[in-house]
């Protein structure tokens, strides 16, 4: 969630390799299609696997931009939860405030 700082070392730990943040160069290759940002969390639309904090395993709604920085996609928790049923689920991030 946006409320949230991901803790990278948790995060690496989990997946078992060295992260760190795509360039934009990285990103536009991959996500031709989306501003730079603005990816949306549906991986299966892009051959690429997702992650999910568990977090947002509870939640009622979930925003995220929907591969521009105009557009505001909305669905409840149960369809997010529908689009990401092949992402792997792990806690790896907190409360920023």
Do not use: W
Not at 16 to 36: I, P, Q
């Amino acid at each position: 969630p946006s409320t949230h700082r991901i803790e990278l070392g948790t995060l690496q730990s989990i997946m078992d390799k060295r992260l760190g943040l795509a360039s934009e160069d990285e990103v536009v290759s991959l996500f031709g299609d989306c501003d730079v940002g603005a990816v949306p969390p549906i991986g299966a639309a892009y051959d690429v696997p997702v992650i999910l904090d568990e977090s947002l395993g509870a939640a009622d709604d979930v925003y995220f931009e929907g591969g521009d920085h105009r557009t505001l996609v909305h669905v409840s928790g149960k369809d997010f939860r529908n689009l990401t049923t092949d992402a792997r689920q792990a806690r790896f991030s907190h409360p920023a405030y």
